[in-house]
């Protein structure tokens, strides 16, 4: 199918709602629960997204404000593999820049790892900058800082 094949909705979501598709990303290793996401967003500004149709979720992404007040942390999302290739991701990313723009954030940050090149590719083909390489564990698993103004 090319991108943009069917059409799919972008809403806030609930903690609940980003847990069900983060359990069906096969690259998020280990098991989440909703303390995992409690635990991060507790007490913070933050925004969860998911891409969805007639009840179905296809993909999520969540951020918040991070410790320096106008920047905003783009922390984690993920599309289905069987929904990949639609402009999930891409609408999923508009809607949360929009939104930060609109809430007065100036920059917007994320990682990855260096063993998801199609994530540095997405961060490149949207205005980010790799800004900073965190060695953690080999080299696959150094960490990708990417940036980019809004």
């Known amino acids: 199918m090319e991108k943009n094949a069917f059409d799919f909705n972008i809403r806030q979501a609930s903690l609940a709602e980003l847990l069900w ?22 007490h913070r500004l933050y925004l969860a997204l998911v891409a969805e149709q007639d009840g179905d979720l296809f993909g999520f992404k969540v951020g918040y404000q991070s410790e320096t007040p106008d920047t905003f942390y783009s922390w984690m999302g993920g599309v289905r593999p069987e929904f990949r290739k639609h402009g999930l991701a891409d609408g999923l990313a508009d809607y949360q820049e929009a939104w930060a723009r609109e809430k007065g954030f100036k920059s917007l940050f994320f990682k990855t790892r260096n063993r998801f090149p199609a994530m540095i590719s997405f961060g490149l083909s949207r205005g980010f900058r790799i800004i900073d390489v965190l060695p953690k564990g080999g080299v696959e698993d150094y960490r990708v800082v990417m940036s980019k103004e809004l």
């Open 21 to 42: 598709v983060h359990e069906r990303i096969p690259e998020f290793p280990g098991k989440a629960s909703l303390d995992f996401y409690l635990d991060r967003l507790r």
